[in-house]
């Protein structure tokens, strides 16, 4: 997921001029969760969270608020759980970097940026670590679910052959979206439900609402859904089927009628377009192999260092690569395999990984690299240049499929995880 996914809690309050005060009670413990404690505190960082993200929250009752606020604590909490225990960590590089995009996109230096999250009443420092968390958990939908969606080499020939009708589409689009599940159901009553409920959310957009501002009513924060407010140029390409289908009629402005996907239904806003720069005709692809050695709570990185160099000495004395892959390797979508990712891009690898990779000799032994998620070992077998239109339109084709799955497997993957965990909520007064 690009770093416009994980912008989730940041842009949306920023340009707002609400304030909100959290209930000023002392430090307890307010729940239990996988042996795992969340406190007042907690509850008062998302409490405050939660009504920037949501203005029109203060207005629930005080007893649906605080449930809603402890539901999604509880939630994040679990997901950020998981990921730490899966090895999935953000280091300080990939954060600073984070941190300067938000003040960019602001207009703001690192300075101003802290002083306007602290005029919001929300102290640095809670900002910061609930920024560290966000990128995890959006780092976990990508490793821990998205790539788990499987499509087919069927579905990609299918989705293309209905593509080439917009194969000469030259266009740019700016595209807000706002999404709204199915819940899991297929039935005929809750499609028609969803569809009218999504048609009076586009009613009142007719009618005067602003987009984001309605949106930002369906959006929660553990949701993997782009903020609308960070939509990004997208070539015709690089957008599903079914909202090129609707873009097509519509103008800057325009907001479409509801579009049906397989698990709900969308609505987008056309908010600009505009004429398409060419990009260079080929590219080089490498077919490579992989043992991947995550991080995890029970080893050091020293340790973890020379575990892998310890395979790493091993293959040069000789050893099968494919053979030490499916013995160690971590990751699930290469290891038995014997670590064959086949044929990457580099833009699809960490940046530490690409430039080994580029400089590498064919069948040369890389490593152990060190990246976010842990020390890699990498073979290069071989290259080949492709032409970009084929390897674009095969990616982004498999992109756009999971994209379009992506929102109801992370909320199957969501309840899976509460149904699993052990919690025990506490009573407290949050007055």
């Given at each position: 997921?690009?770093?416009?996914?994980?912008?989730?809690?940041?842009?949306?309050?920023?340009?707002?001029?609400?304030?909100?005060?959290?209930?000023?009670?002392?430090?307890?413990?307010?729940?239990?969760?996988?042996?795992?404690?969340?406190?007042?505190?907690?509850?008062?960082?998302?409490?405050?969270?939660?009504?920037?993200?949501?203005?029109?929250?203060?207005?629930?009752?005080?007893?649906?608020?605080?449930?809603?606020?402890?539901?999604?604590?509880?939630?994040?909490?679990?997901?950020f759980q998981t990921a730490i225990r899966s090895g999935i960590r953000l280091d300080d590089i990939q954060f600073n970097e984070l941190l300067r995009t938000i003040a960019k996109e602001n207009n703001s230096t690192l300075d101003e940026l802290k002083n306007k999250i602290e005029s919001k009443g929300i102290s640095w420092d809670d900002y910061q670590n609930n920024m560290r968390k966000q990128l995890v958990i959006q780092q976990a939908y990508r490793y821990l679910v998205a790539e788990q969606i499987e499509i087919s080499n069927e579905e990609i020939k299918n989705y293309l052959q209905e593509y080439d009708k917009f194969q000469n589409n030259t266009k740019e689009y700016q595209v807000q979206e706002l999404y709204i599940s199915f819940g899991g159901k297929n039935d005929l009553e809750t499609i028609n439900q969803t569809k009218q409920k999504i048609q009076s959310i586009r009613d009142s957009i007719t009618q005067g609402k602003d987009f984001d501002t309605v949106s930002s009513h369906y959006l929660k924060s553990s949701s993997p859904q782009t903020n609308p407010t960070t939509a990004r140029w997208k070539k015709a390409n690089e957008l599903p089927i079914i909202f090129l289908n609707a873009l097509v009629t519509m103008k800057a402005g325009e907001v479409s009628s509801p579009i049906r996907g397989d698990y709900g239904y969308f609505?987008?806003?056309?908010?600009?377009?505009?004429?398409?720069?060419?990009?260079?005709a080929f590219e080089t692809q490498y077919h490579i192999r992989s043992i991947t050695i995550l991080k995890d709570q029970a080893r050091t990185s020293e340790t973890l260092q020379t575990f892998s160099n310890n395979i790493k000495k091993r293959l040069d004395a000789g050893e099968d690569f494919a053979a030490l892959a499916i013995q160690y390797s971590k990751d699930s979508n290469s290891a038995g395999n014997g670590g064959d990712l086949g044929w990457i891009s580099l833009p699809m690898l960490p940046a530490e990984l690409a430039d080994a990779v580029r400089k590498a000799p064919p069948n040369s032994y890389l490593g152990p690299i060190k990246t976010t998620y842990g020390f890699h070992i990498i073979q290069v077998l071989e290259t080949k240049q492709v032409s970009k239109g084929d390897l674009y339109r095969e990616a982004t084709a498999r992109d756009n499929l999971i994209k379009l799955r992506l929102s109801d497997e992370v909320e199957r993957w969501q309840r899976s995880l509460l149904t699993s965990a052990v919690i025990e909520l506490k009573q407290f007064d949050d007055q």
């Open positions: 997921m690009r770093i416009y996914l994980l912008l989730i809690f940041i842009l949306s309050f920023l340009t707002t001029t609400y304030s909100f005060s959290a209930p000023k009670i002392l430090d307890a413990i307010i729940a239990v969760i996988n042996d795992d404690i969340l406190t007042v505190s907690d509850y008062k960082t998302k409490y405050q969270q939660l009504m920037l993200e949501n203005p029109a929250l203060i207005s629930l009752p005080s007893k649906e608020r605080k449930k809603k606020v402890i539901d999604e604590l509880v939630l994040e909490h679990i997901q609505l987008i806003r056309l908010s600009a377009i505009r004429e398409s720069e060419e990009l260079s």
